[in-house]
């Protein structure tokens, strides 16, 4: 069933974060360029505003090729469905190339303290060391609300956006910074499911995404888990896991399945899995798109 096209997407601000690049890629991928777009403060803020119904869509960073997996995506999809909140699925994954400036007011022999995202600041790293080695590094909420907390000050610098120091008017020192330069970002659109789904049905989109808990911490258990995948020649993508919080060594475990074709094969791996859990999610069947072949909108 085909859903109606959102009219309004949170992504996590302020205006000029690399979530808010992703958000207009998308509304252009699907058709919907005057989209509104929310921004948000917190990835968690992001999902919270789709749960709670204050927009259609939210777009949230999942994994970065340098720094891995964004832990509080994973934990909010993983929690999504549970004691009532509200389930989610992914409907499409956008691929955005990323490239990280160093924006100051000062030169670069004044800077003595370096804002930005985790996220980014481990993505410049080696550049940081080589460059500022003495410099404090200071987390943010996001790359673009770094930008806006350095305005006015000759010490302080950023790393976000080249439209960040646009959208907040800082002069641009170094472009571009990141360590590697293939450094990308994949993007999800997240989605709320149709009223008493509880797990979005396995479908033959491009990728897949599950997450499962075992019954209990034993020898062969994760094995005969991915052995469900393995036997019916599902490539893994991706796997992560992530802390239950519940007790210690106890794990919850992303996959990324490569379904394009696979359908009957997704379907018998569910099947076969399903016993193994204590929990499983399946948050949809999907297309991913490379962000660099569709140009976004301008904001304003």
């Known amino acids: ?95 955005l190339p990323i490239r990280h400036a160093l924006l100051s007011e000062g030169d670069l022999d004044q800077i003595s303290e370096v804002l930005s995202h985790p996220q980014a600041l481990g993505q410049c790293s080696l550049w940081l060391q080589q460059h500022l080695p ?10 673009a ?11 302080r610098a950023a790393i976000a956006s080249r439209q960040a120091g646009l959208d907040h008017g800082l002069p641009e ?9 293939g450094n990308c970002t994949r993007f999800l659109l997240l989605r709320r499911l149709p009223s008493g789904v509880t797990a979005a ?18 020898p062969g258990g994760l094995v005969a888990a991915l052995q469900c995948f393995a036997a019916r020649r599902l490539n893994m993508s991706r796997i992560e896991s992530r802390p239950s919080k519940r007790e210690l060594g106890e794990y919850v475990f992303f996959v990324d399945l490569e379904t394009e074709g696979q359908l009957e094969a997704l379907r018998g791996a569910i099947e076969a899995l399903t016993p193994l859990c204590e929990r499983l999610v399946c948050f949809g069947s999907y297309p991913i798109d490379d962000g660099t072949s569709v140009e976004p909108v301008p904001a304003g």
């Open 145 to 155: 609300e770094a930008a806006r907390m350095v305005r006015g000050s000759r010490f």
């Open 1 to 95: 069933m085909t859903r109606p096209l959102p009219q309004t997407i949170a992504f996590l601000g302020p205006a000029g974060t690399y979530g808010e690049q992703a958000s207009r890629r998308l509304a252009v991928i699907l058709g919907a360029p005057e989209v509104n777009l929310q921004p948000q403060v917190g990835i968690r803020n992001v999902i919270q505003a789709l749960q709670e119904g204050r927009c259609d869509a939210a777009v949230v960073p999942v994994e970065n090729s340098v720094e891995g997996g964004v832990t509080t995506c994973l934990d909010v999809l993983w929690e999504s469905g549970l004691e009532g909140a509200q389930p989610l699925g992914i409907e499409r994954a956008l691929i």
């Open 173 to 181: 020192r170094a472009y571009p910074i990141n360590d590697q330069p």
């Open 201 to 218: 049905g396995a479908g033959t989109g491009q990728a897949t995404s599950l997450a499962f808990s075992l019954h209990s911490n034993a």
């Open 134 to 143: 003495s410099a404090l590094q200071l987390s943010t909420s996001s790359t």
